[in-house]
């Protein structure tokens, strides 16, 4: 482990009042912008799969997260929101196939005939049963996508009703609008999907 110098340039240098004080201030404009952005990603969402994992979705919504965590008023709300993890069925079944042929690679002389064919045969039903594994899992859905905005939502809504924002009576109704078509939607999905 290296001290802190120019060798590390990670957070561990970073004395703990730094860190405080890279946290931005929410603006009224940026709340309204997030609210409304609640609702695209709600009727974007409502588009896909609920039960499959979209690579896109999911890299789009970690960048999104990680600029909401930057915003001092929305921190306690969404600090617990994890990152989505955008894993596909076809990457896990890809990585045993590589593991497979590594360990063929590997282990061929070391296996007789039948040691090579009980691990070919392994693999294969490893494959198989990644294939009908479910995704939420090993992975995040665009179900549990859902599920992570709605947690957004709230937080959001949260801090509009807490009135910590001061906006104005006309933007306060607006912004209470997307909210709750955000979560309509998002609700909808998500019971739509269980349904199934």
Not at 64 to 87: F, M, N
Request: hydrophobic share 45%; charged share 25%; with cysteine.
């Amino acid at each position: 482990m290296t001290g802190c110098g120019e060798t590390a340039p990670d957070d561990r240098c970073i004395p703990n009042s730094a860190k405080i004080q890279s946290m931005a201030e929410l603006t009224r404009k940026e709340f309204y912008d997030l609210a409304d952005q609640c609702k695209e990603r709600a009727l974007e969402l409502a588009l896909f799969d609920q039960n499959r994992v979209n690579r896109k979705q999911c890299q789009r919504f970690n960048m999104w997260l990680a600029r909401l965590k930057t915003y001092d008023q929305l921190a306690p709300g969404v600090q617990e929101i994890s990152a989505a993890r955008p894993i596909t069925r076809y990457d896990l079944m890809a990585a045993a196939v590589v593991l497979w042929l590594v360990s063929m690679f590997l282990l061929r002389e070391q296996l007789s005939v039948g040691g090579n064919r009980f691990l070919a045969f392994g693999v294969w039903g490893l494959v198989i049963l990644l294939y009908f594994l479910p995704e939420s899992l090993y992975a995040t859905t665009v179900e549990l996508l859902e599920a992570k905005v709605l947690r957004v939502v709230e937080a959001l809504e949260e801090l509009l009703i807490s009135q910590e924002m001061e906006v104005t009576e006309a933007v306060f109704f607006k912004i209470k609008e997307n909210l709750n078509t955000a979560r309509r939607e998002l609700r909808q999905q998500i019971h739509l999907a269980h349904r199934r």
